[in-house]
């Protein structure tokens, strides 16, 4: 009997121990699981006071990112191979510039130590979108994309060439050729119409039009025509409005109307650079309108100059120096420099149509009174960059930095989250109209792109000023696409191509 009881006991520990070991296979697999899914990162973030601007978490958190996405936003800190330790820094979503005209190699350079991460050309566009960034299908810093260039589609109808970009190869749009001064045909009009579908079917984020490039030759029924095609496909119209004098308002009004009436989403480019000393009246134009029901925004530099070709229309075939308030000596040329003179400008006007001016007519208090409206965003209106030999204007270096360094840490114009919410969310929000992708940038969230700016509210600061354009901010200090770092320590690392081509619907 006793032999019996004790095998009965014997097989009782077995089974325990068979149970045992099979409990802990089951907890050290879930354990096993539960660890791949919450703590293996590619990358983590630990100690930064992370600030998302659409759900207003301003707090030290720990982030985690692994396959490009943000997984993990913890309180408490986190583990990987590779950490970041941003402590006492800011952890933002990536800059996105809507508004740039340098997909160039040396421009994405400069533009992501700025804290960017995407880099748009939606003024003026491409066509055929698949052109655009022919500088960097070797590789791109930072992710980039473009609206269908209505330029492009007007020169490749009127004039029957290709000049798929505003400067292609080594050739550059001179804006003096028939597709900038004559107007359209009803016929021409509608093999635009059919150019236009055809570029956002291949991926443009919107139609851009240089509306005040071709003043006279876009008639009424071309440009109802733009915003009828944008409303049918349900993408936003970006619009350089026809300038009048002074910030007459003319030009936004005829656009505001169309948007009313067509129901499109309009963009109006670089509103304080045409309103001038009349800001307040464009902004509340469009809040007015809004309120009747339309879908208008709108953007602001923070350098207080205009920069474009000295062969523009306003330039060529208007008076320009009553437009702007300003004569000869108050415009740089770019390439140099050099201050302009009377002598110098029609030089340089003659021999060089395509070259680039800075005019300097933009008052401070203009660009603080863009700034405070609610839904404001800031862009960069960049001019290409190619060669450090040859000068750009400022703005391509230092946009960014100059908000936050200037305008709201010195100035005080803007809290801290307004300006992160204008350099960042506004333009994901707006641009979701033309591309879902944009739902997941422009913001601190799980789930969200990978694309982080980390920089130190206490220094960050433009350096590149007019004359010396290519001078890199200070105070951003890491730069994040995709969750692979590209900016450390303040320093580019130009052999990681994280950046990708965005295309519309």
Not at 73 to 92: K, M
Not at 180 to 200: D, F, N, S
Not at 305 to 327: N, P
């Amino acid at each position: 009997m006793k032999g019996k009881k004790a095998l009965r006991v014997s097989r009782i520990v077995v089974g325990l121990q068979i149970l045992f070991v099979a409990a802990f296979v089951v907890a050290s697999l879930f354990y096993s699981s539960f660890f791949d899914e919450s703590e293996h990162y590619d990358l983590v973030i630990n100690n930064g006071r992370v600030i998302d601007p659409e759900t207003h978490l301003d707090a030290v958190r720990h982030i985690g990112i692994r396959d490009g996405t943000i997984v993990a936003i913890s309180d408490q800190p986190l583990n990987s191979e590779i950490n970041i330790d941003a402590a006492d820094l800011v952890v933002a979503p990536g800059f996105i510039d809507v508004h740039s005209h340098s997909p160039t190699v040396l421009g994405q350079h400069f533009n992501v130590l700025d804290g960017v991460t995407t880099q748009l050309d939606l003024e003026a566009g491409s066509f055929p979108v698949s052109f655009y960034g022919e500088h960097l299908r070797a590789g791109a810093a930072i992710n980039y994309g473009s609206s269908v260039g209505h330029f492009a589609v007007r020169i490749k109808v009127l004039e029957g060439m290709d000049q798929p970009y505003i400067f292609a190869g080594d050739k550059t749009v001179v804006m003096g050729s028939p597709a900038w001064m004559q107007e359209a045909t009803p016929e021409q009009i509608e093999q635009m119409r059919v150019l236009l579908h055809k570029g956002l079917d291949e991926g443009g984020l919107g139609i851009g039009v240089l509306l005040d490039y071709m003043t006279a030759a876009v008639s009424d029924a071309e440009l109802a025509m733009l915003f009828e095609v944008a409303a049918a496909r349900d993408v936003p119209i970006y619009v350089h409005v026809r300038r009048g004098y002074t910030g007459d308002p003319a030009g936004l009004i005829e656009v505001i109307e169309l948007a009313k009436s067509t129901k499109a989403a309009l963009f109006v480019c670089h509103i304080t650079h045409n309103a001038m000393g009349r800001i307040g009246d464009w902004l509340a134009m469009i809040d007015e309108a809004n309120r009747a029901g339309a879908n208008i925004t709108t953007e602001t530099l923070s350098y207080a100059a205009g920069g474009t070709s000295i062969g523009a229309d306003v330039f060529r075939r208007r008076d320009w120096r009553a437009i702007f308030d300003i004569s000869y000596e108050d415009v740089q040329w770019v390439a140099t420099g050099e201050w302009l003179t009377k002598e110098t400008w029609e030089k340089y006007s003659k021999e060089q149509p395509a070259g680039a001016v800075n005019h300097h007519y933009v008052k401070e208090q203009w660009v603080e009174t863009a700034l405070q409206w609610p839904r404001m965003m800031v862009s960069t209106d960049a001019l290409p960059a190619v060669d450090t030999g040859i000068a750009t204007n400022p703005n391509l270096a230092g946009t960014f930095s100059r908000l936050l360094g200037h305008y709201v840490r010195e100035q005080k114009v803007i809290s801290l989250t307004e300006a992160l919410a204008k350099m960042s969310l506004y333009q994901a929000q707006w641009m979701e109209q033309a591309a879902p992708l944009f739902k997941r940038k422009g913001r601190i969230q799980l789930g969200a792109d990978a694309d982080i700016v980390i920089f130190d509210a206490k220094t960050v600061a433009a350096k590149a000023v007019y004359g010396d354009p290519y001078q890199p901010s200070t105070g951003i200090q890491h730069v994040l696409v995709a969750g692979q770092q590209v900016v450390k320590d303040g320093l580019h690392s130009e052999q990681v191509y994280a950046g990708k081509k965005l295309l519309g619907n």
